[in-house]
């Protein structure tokens, strides 16, 4: 954001250039009061206004827009807005983002590049041990009381030796293997091609790479191709002992299969800190602990 | 326990030598089948007769016992069992029996060793991960249900670059500091002297170390000399952004003092797998995030 330059974006007669942000940027709560001395905020979320009158009133000057994890940007939205040139996401993944549509417009669109990878690979690594060790099923176990009355927790599992298969080898992935190594797993990967430069087996089907893992760590963005590739058959393959952990976007796993799977104990857990349809989650997947 | 013969312990005329176990060895369920092919085990949980009366019905010729976590070995136990030679533990912590009287009677003593130093390091890991990234508590928030009505959790902290502070570099803390430096944390130590085989500063004094934490994490034994060592100075020297994670015993941290900081907000958050009076948790400590 530091580079971006206020006259790049067209500044004209002192006027500032218009920047349109559509959620509240939770993320950016502290950038804020600095943003808007260098452009002009148009904040959708502020205004009384229904999105489209907001847009139809505003949207013809935008030059920019900031997206924050949930807004969609598709072709309905991008041609209420003539102007715009640049978009910038505070998320790593694009896929709420009409790609196609803003190469056609040539609209420049910004992620968060590697910025947050190892924030999210230490989160794939920590809903790993709390899966296998019952950490947060632990803790409603001594937070109900349960413990003077029940006795002893259960056991959980560890991971020295655990076979992990990650799924998408990109910056997250790549940093999720480094940590898991130090914990004496082994690593296997599934990406779209093999990568040269690591030393881990490569798979090129992930039904083959959970045939052959404990656990599938879910690292890979989210496309056509990717979407409901944890399905069913991938999630049996990984069969009763093994664990699944999506820090990436729900929507890449089957919910509904990976629902049944759980329930019917046909796999034995699940990290998750997406879901297909954010926020809403399935009441089955929150009756299991 | 393979390597212990029972002719090692005394057997007799044909007769099996007496293993006296107190409380049901969970750990142990599925060895025990075997180990009654070898020995006579005594399972004193599951007579009807008072712990005293069984003691001063069978006590006189076991010799050897089984201990689980939580069974108190001390000097008055030790007098009842005249011909105990060997206790053996589940645990890695000692903490629980009496060792002089141990030493004094010749009885001896075997623990875990660093049978579970990596699961204790994993676990330790994954505390400071769901503390620091709110794991256990997003996962109350999402299944209270409130993400769809209050919107966005907040953010957690990152790993990376974080001060971690390993109180009691043994074998689980040698574990824990090669863990975290895959998460790109620094490492300072605590112990009872330097040691010579690892490259981390080394602090004489642990509140010298919590000053120079964002977190502690620890791993030593609970001793005299350890009991209640993090109190409330330590705890205020690690500061408001402080996190303390416990994967060793509960009464190695002053439990009064840490609900004090937790509640009035001088130190973050905690992490812990054990408590000072187990299986009874602070009231407060429960009601806190």
Redesign the interface.
């Known amino acids: 954001m530091a580079d971006l330059q206020s006259d790049q974006l067209g500044q004209a007669g002192g006027r500032l250039p218009q920047v349109l942000i559509i959620k509240q940027p939770?993320?950016l709560d502290g950038y804020l009061p600095d943003l808007s001395k260098r452009f002009d905020l148009l904040k959708a979320y502020e205004s009384p206004l229904p999105i489209d009158d907001f847009l139809a009133t505003f949207g013809k000057t935008v030059k920019a827009m900031i997206c924050t994890r949930g807004t969609r940007v598709d072709r309905e939205l991008v041609s209420k807005l003539p102007s715009l040139e640049l978009i910038v996401t505070t998320s790593a993944g694009l896929n709420l983002i009409d790609l196609s549509e803003c190469c056609r417009r040539r609209i420049a669109v910004a992620n968060t590049g590697e910025i947050f990878s190892?924030?999210c690979a230490?989160?794939a690594?920590?809903?790993l041990?709390?899966v296998?060790?019952k950490?947060?099923s632990g803790?409603?176990f001594?937070?109900a009381?349960a413990?003077?009355s029940k006795?002893?927790f259960p056991?959980?599992s560890?991971?020295?030796g655990k076979r992990v298969g990650i799924v998408g080898l990109g910056s997250i992935g790549i940093q999720v293997a480094?940590?898991i190594?130090?914990?004496?797993c082994s690593i296997s990967y599934n990406s779209r091609k093999p990568k040269a430069s690591v030393p881990y087996p490569f798979y090129s089907n992930v039904c083959e790479l959970a045939a052959n893992c404990d656990a599938l760590i879910i690292c890979c963005a989210l496309t056509a191709q990717t979407r409901h590739m944890v399905n069913r058959e991938v999630l049996l393959a990984l069969g009763k002992d093994g664990v699944v952990v999506n820090i990436a976007r729900g929507a890449i796993i089957d919910e509904k299969a990976l629902v049944r799977c759980l329930v019917e104990g046909e796999i034995r857990g699940a990290g998750l800190d997406v879901f297909e349809n954010?926020?809403?989650?399935p009441a089955e997947l929150?009756s299991l602990d």
């Open positions: 939770i993320a190892a924030d230490d989160l690594v920590g809903l041990i709390d296998l060790r950490v947060t803790d409603r001594v937070r009381g413990w003077p006795g002893a056991l959980g560890k991971l020295g480094k940590r190594g130090a914990f004496g954010e926020p809403n989650v929150l």
